[in-house]
């Protein structure tokens, strides 16, 4: 090879596909043990957070569900009044 050639690694695909026919010629318990390994191994990355970040998770989930409700609720009287004014009385809507 040439110092101006450039070698390319092989695509995800290529690698994905690889290793998915090696998994294929395993047998069922070899895949299972590979499964139960791959999942140990995500359980590690995983990174609990601390009190302070739960807190404030908590928080911002609580605010989005109460602005949600909210915009729900609106829309819920406005189609109401919507509706009853296009096919009946709008007085008889109690908000």
Known sequence: MASGDVVDEP?????????KE??????????IAL????????????VT????????YT???LAFVIIMMALVTGFDF???WLVAAVFGDPSNYVF
């Open 11 to 19: 695509g995800e695909d290529v690698v994905a596909t690889a290793r």
């Open 22 to 31: 090696r998994a294929e010629k395993k047998g069922l318990f070899a895949r």
């Open 78 to 80: 406005g189609f109401g």
């Open 59 to 61: 928080l911002v989930v």
């Open 49 to 56: 957070p601390t009190r302070k970040e739960m807190v404030s």
């Open 35 to 46: 499964f139960i390994r791959q999942v140990i191994s995500e359980l590690k990355k995983v």
